[in-house]
T-cell receptor
Framework: EPEVTQTPSHQVTQMGQEVILRCVPI?????FYWYRQILGQKVEFLVS????????KSEIFDDQFSVERPDGSNFTLKIRSTKLEDSAMYFC?????????????FGNGTRLTVT | AQRVTQPEKLLSVFKGAPVELKCNYS??????LFWYVQYSRQRLQLLLR??SRESIKGFTADLNKGETSFHLKKPFAQEEDSAMYYC??????????FGKGTKLTVNP
């Protein structure tokens, strides 16, 4: 069964540095998402992406964050000038269509630790 | 505000006992509701969704609009059901709003 893959599984970075989290969505999916989960808290929506542009973003997704689909397979989340509070598990997801009820397929996540 | 509440952080039952994981939502419109499950060291995966009205691995969930609930039930829990369960909904947009999750432990 096809899966969403995320790399790296764990990233450690120093405060103020830039990080890029990578995801390969399922190949025939058209909608892509980033979620994050701070330790002990709920999974939170960051951004959705369709047709090479952001379709929706949360208030968390400020100018520090950006997403890109640089080629036909990768979907990246860039965090500029990381802060301690950016430490979290970041999940990529994709779905075949963005309509209501369409299930999301999640990757295993990247654990980001900002020191 | 759109919100999902899972009141139990931890739930422990014995094998063969019935289990109910509670979920309440706050949304004035008609939501689409889901249960996602995360087994140990595995990814978040869809367990079931309201729109399909299906039973997966013996689990069912009924949307009660009057009580704004979508509780997950299974009549006879199995040890392999031990996992983290997340209730989530979509309301008015494509984003999923998650609850904080309930960790279910099924004891032998």
């Amino acid at each position: 069964e096809p899966e969403v893959t995320q790399t790296p599984s764990h990233q450690v970075t120093q405060m103020g540095q830039e990080v890029i989290l990578r995801c390969v969505p399922i190949s025939n999916h058209l909608y892509f998402y980033w979620y994050r989960q701070i330790l002990g808290q709920k999974v939170e929506f960051l951004v959705s992406f369709y047709n090479n542009e952001i379709s929706e973003k949360s208030e968390i997704f400020d100018d520090q964050f950006s997403v890109e689909r640089p080629d036909g397979s990768n979907f990246t989340l860039k965090i500029r000038s990381t802060k301690l509070e950016d430490s979290a598990m970041y999940f990529c997801a994709s779905s075949e269509s963005g309509r209501w009820g369409s299930p999301l397929h999640f990757g295993n996540g990247t654990r980001l630790t900002v020191t | 505000a759109q919100r999902v509440t899972q009141p139990e952080k931890l739930l422990s039952v014995f094998k063969g006992a019935p289990v109910e994981l509670k979920c309440n939502y706050s949304y004035s419109g008609s939501p689409e509701l889901f249960w996602y499950v995360q087994y140990s060291r595995q990814r978040l995966q869809l367990l079931l969704r309201h729109i399909s009205r299906e039973s997966i691995k013996g689990f069912t969930a009924d949307l009660n609009k009057g009580e704004t609930s979508f509780h997950l039930k299974k009549p006879f829990a199995q040890e392999e059901d031990s996992a983290m369960y997340y209730c989530a909904f979509q309301g008015g947009s494509e984003k999923l709003v998650f609850g904080k999750g309930t960790k279910l432990t099924v004891n032998p």
